[in-house]
C-alpha cells in the first residue's frame, strides 16, 4: 500500500461530458502528479501540482485541468471528453524536495470509459 | 521529445531462471531511472530505483544502468509465477517540475 488513494474506482461517461477524479496523496508528500494510462501503453505524464500550483505540464489541451488543497487531496477535471480519453488516470504522489524526491507513489487508479 | 523505449514481449522465462528486461532512453540529461511492476488491471508499483552507474541489488531483484550507452535493465533472480506482470521502465531528468517518461512496458510471464 502507498497510502495514496483514488475514486471512483471506475467511471462511465459519455462523449461532451465533464468529469472530476479525486486523489489523497500520501501524508507528507506535497507533490502530486496525474498520469493517463491508455490500455497497452505506458503511463502519460499530465500534469504536477505543487503547493497548489500547477509547475509541469505534459502534451494534453487544456481541457484537462486540476486542483491541489491543502490537505493533500487534488482532482483531475476533463471537459469535453472525448472517446480517446477512456484510459486508466492514476495519481501519484512524491516528496518535494530531497533524497529520493523525484521518486513518485502511485494510487490505484481510476479506470474512465467515455461512450 | 524524450522517449522510452522497451520490447513489449511477451518474454516467456520458466520459473527459478534469471529474467532480464531491457530499457533505452533518448533524453541524455536523465538523471533518475525507475522500474514499477504492474499486474494486469492495477497500478504501477515501485520495484527499484536508480541513480549512479553500475548495480543496484535488492533482494532477488538487480538494476543496472549504464548512462553513456542511455541504457538501464532489471534483472530478476529465481524467477517466481508471481513475478508474470508487465514491467515499465521510468525515467526522470532530474527537472523539479518534469514527470515520469515511461516505456510501454514489457509483458514478462514466468511458466512453472
Known amino acids: 500500500e502507498t497510502g495514496v488513494t483514488q475514486s471512483p474506482t471506475h467511471l462511465i461517461k459519455t462523449r461532451g461530458q465533464q468529469v472530476t477524479l479525486r486523489c489523497s496523496s500520501q501524508s507528507g508528500h506535497n507533490t502530486v502528479s496525474w498520469y493517463q494510462q491508455a490500455l497497452g501503453q505506458g503511463p502519460q505524464f499530465i500534469f504536477q501540482y505543487y503547493r497548489e500550483e500547477e509547475n509541469g505540464r505534459g502534451n494534453f489541451p487544456p481541457r484537462f485541468s486540476g486542483l491541489q488543497f491543502p490537505n493533500y487531496s487534488s482532482e483531475l477535471n476533463v471537459n469535453a471528453l472525448e472517446l480517446d480519453d477512456s484510459a486508466l488516470y492514476l495519481c501519484a504522489s512524491s516528496l518535494s524536495r530531497g533524497l529520493g524526491a523525484d521518486t513518485q507513489y502511485f494510487g490505484p487508479g481510476t479506470r474512465l470509459t467515455v461512450l | 521529445q524524450k522517449e522510452v523505449e522497451q520490447n513489449s514481449g511477451p518474454l516467456s522465462v520458466p520459473e527459478g531462471a534469471i529474467a532480464s528486461l531491457n530499457c533505452t532512453y533518448s533524453d541524455r540529461v536523465s538523471q533518475s531511472f525507475f522500474w514499477y511492476r504492474q499486474y494486469s488491471g492495477k497500478s504501477p508499483e515501485l520495484i527499484m530505483s536508480?541513480?549512479?552507474?553500475g548495480d543496484k541489488e535488492d533482494g532477488r531483484f538487480t538494476a543496472q544502468l549504464n548512462k553513456a550507452s542511455q541504457y538501464v535493465s532489471l534483472l530478476i533472480r529465481d524467477s517466481q509465477p508471481s513475478d508474470s506482470a508487465t514491467y515499465l521502465c521510468a525515467v526522470h531528468s532530474g527537472g523539479g517540475a518534469d514527470g515520469l517518461t515511461f516505456g510501454k512496458g514489457t509483458h514478462l510471464i514466468i511458466q512453472p
Open positions: 536508480i541513480y549512479s552507474n
